[in-house]
């Protein structure tokens, strides 16, 4: 019986879910006081040394919905008075004096977490600000637009600026403005220009249509609605959020029109009542992620050493704004002391074999990551890439990266399209997808698998993609989803993994040495030449890194060129245009074959194009001939042949 025990309490262990790769994180004990707060029951108790309460319903309502006060808990309670009666709880943790700074959020996120994962929760939460408060509530709310159910604001500040400012009509407090600056570290002029106030990035939050309700006094000097609350309005509407302000007027204006009675409290109770319930039921991110080996050591390096190098490959989806810029301002605030440097390389139209060649290039030459996110799964869909070619470049930019650094983390997803939908559809996995998870967990790197997540949640009605996704370039609505799924694993505290040995290649000829050649090191020349600086002559559209630069150009039947080189794999990134013709090409003399340079895209732009023309040579040198073919696809308008740089994995 005992070795009986034994086996299942080191069963449990082994499935502990504070290991890397699940969601749970070890909860102290927190011990709670009950007290009495107007006939309902307080429970009081400290949350990471701060003072925190909720106060329970009498009788829950279904799905345990909450509404969370920020600063200033006792004031004007009749509304949470009404919400308690009807089934809702009342919570607030105390950061008073940190004017919603970075810090208080995670505070904020941290104690949601608690509240939902311990308590039970709604996944979604009413937020109530009032004056200062205003700076919380937005201040979280934008960075979990997901996770609100409404606003209600109350005389709020919108910008600091303003109040405690005084840097428009209103007189600010000198004092609180002090305190403003110290808490941000900022000087005046820096304190000006700053961006990360209410009023901005409203986007997320309009996208998911949450509801806010501003109740103002049109007198209200200390806080003017005119540089506060009406901008925002008007900031929200435009971006198509739905907003609507109630001006007090009954009853005593004082503390110069800040504080005014509220006129029927019942009705702001009925808008947190209306938008709260029933409670949705959001699906949860924990499916869709594998942590694997974890964070540990880029965590590790990024507080013992406060500096850390964080790097984005991708395509167009990580080039363009959205989930790139939320991860790394999460990262600056969940590591607040540390100095990072972020290299941006997504490059659109780009799948795992551009990345694996440009890695060196684009990545390693201008710092070596601790953390590494990598996407390709949707243009290796829509580029045509074997599943086997995605293996031999998704390894290998995995493996250059461990080579480079042993101890680096990596983050790989699999981002959503309507062709994945499509395949999901049918009962199966597409083959990008499947590939990414595979060489993800081979090697230990973390996985989320966004292509599913989002297909689930438009199964279960959460959004469509119609008109909230919108197209494989995400709205801000399809950003928010990416981002907050990352940063679900971004908050989990891994547990130490070591670092492990680099296992075997799953395939031998994948790219880990694959790099780019310079173009002047094509030989032979016969109708070819190198443009030092080549720009289009027609008026179509160009990538940025691929025009202005130089380029083997051969825009002739016949014309031709050799290129030596040592190493597995060969081939050539191109420009592909309206005037993109076809090529032979041989190595070391062997049979011809032929290549149409012609790609769906080329009338709309001189699109970046890699062609891998063989990968499982023998390591040695090797010679490729090139010529442009006499026939040409019957929609192109010419035989050119640019070559931007030589392939080579060695």
């Known amino acids: 019986m005992k070795n009986l025990y034994k086996k299942i309490l080191l069963f449990l262990l082994a499935a502990n879910l504070s290991t890397p790769g699940t969601f749970a994180q070890t909860t102290k004990t927190i011990s709670e006081t009950s007290t009495n707060w107007k006939g309902f029951q307080k429970q009081e108790f400290k949350f990471e040394g701060r003072d925190a309460w909720y106060v329970k319903p009498k009788q829950p309502a279904p799905g345990n919905p909450w509404i969370w006060r920020a600063h200033f808990p006792a004031w004007h309670t009749e509304m949470d008075s009404i919400l308690l009666a009807r089934g809702f709880h009342v919570v607030y943790v105390n950061t008073n004096d940190m ?40 201040g979280w709310a934008k960075r979990n637009p997901d996770k609100v159910s409404c606003i209600y604001a109350e005389a709020p500040v919108c910008d600091p600026k303003s109040w405690p400012g005084g840097k428009g009509r209103g007189a600010g407090s000198e004092n609180d403005w002090a305190l403003w600056l110290k808490q941000y570290g900022m000087s005046e002029s820096e304190a000006l220009d700053f961006k990360d106030i209410p009023l901005n990035d409203l986007a997320g939050l309009a996208s998911f249509k949450v509801p806010i309700l501003h109740v103002i006094g049109l007198q209200d000097k200390l806080v003017p609605p005119a540089e506060n609350s009406d901008l925002l309005v008007q900031n929200y509407l435009k971006l198509g959020g739905p907003i609507s302000v109630y001006p007090m007027t009954r009853g005593e204006q004082t503390l110069e029109g800040h504080h005014f009675p509220i006129e029927h409290p019942e009705l702001f109770a009925d ?18 992620i594998e942590s694997n080996k974890g964070l540990f050591n880029a965590y590790t390096q990024f507080r013992n050493t406060k500096k850390g190098t964080v790097a984005f490959l991708g395509g167009s989806i990580t080039h363009n704004p959205g989930w790139r810029d939320k991860t790394s301002q999460y990262l600056q605030e969940k590591f607040p002391e540390t100095e990072f440097t972020f290299i941006t390389a997504g490059i659109p139209s780009l799948g795992s074999t551009p990345h694996a060649f440009r890695f060196e290039r684009d990545v390693l030459a201008k710092g070596t990551p601790d953390l590494l996110f990598v996407e390709a799964a949707v243009n290796d869909r829509g580029n045509g890439f074997s599943g086997k070619a995605q293996i031999k470049a998704l390894e290998g930019i995995l493996r250059q990266m461990y080579l480079k650094n042993p101890k680096a983390n990596v983050v790989m997803m699999a981002f959503a399209e309507p062709a994945k939908n499509v395949v999901y559809k049918s009962g199966k996995q597409p083959v990008e997808v499947d590939v990414h998870e595979k060489v993800a967990r081979y090697y230990g790197a973390a996985y989320i698998n966004l292509a599913k997540e989002v297909y689930d949640r438009i199964e279960a009605g959460e959004f469509s993609w119609k008109y909230d996704f919108k197209d494989l370039h995400p709205s801000p609505y399809g950003q928010e989803v990416y981002f ?30 694959a790099s780019y050649h310079p173009v002047e090191e094509a030989k032979k020349l016969h109708g070819f030449a190198v443009d030092p600086n080549w720009k289009p002559k027609e008026k179509v559209s160009t990538r940025a890194g691929f025009v202005e630069v130089p380029m083997l150009v051969g825009e002739s039947a016949g014309a031709s060129f050799d290129f030596e080189f040592k190493g597995r794999a060969v081939g050539i990134a191109i420009i592909s245009g309206p005037d993109a013709g076809k090529i032979s090409y041989s190595i070391d003399g062997k049979k011809a074959q032929t290549l149409d340079l012609f790609t769906q895209w080329s009338t709309q732009l001189h699109l970046p194009w890699y062609l891998v023309l063989s990968d499982e040579l023998s390591s040695a040198k090797h010679t490729l001939h090139l010529t442009i073919a006499s026939d040409k696809n019957e929609k192109s308008s010419g035989n050119a042949c640019r070559v931007v740089y030589f392939l080579v994995n060695e």
Do not use: C
């Open 484 to 513: 907050q799924a990352i940063k679900e694993l971004l908050k989990i505290e891994p547990a130490e993994t070591g670092v492990s040995k680099l296992p075997v290649p799953i395939d031998k000829f994948s790219y880990e040495k």
């Open 271 to 288: 808008f947190i009542y209306n938008n709260s319930i029933p409670v949705q039921k959001i699906l949860s991110h924990t499916p869709y």
């Open 99 to 138: 004017f919603g700074h970075p810090k208080a959020m995670q505070v904020w996120d941290n104690f949601y977490d608690y509240l939902v994962r311990e308590k039970q929760f709604s996944q979604k939460v009413a937020l109530e600000g009032v004056s200062r408060g205003g700076l919380y509530v937005y």
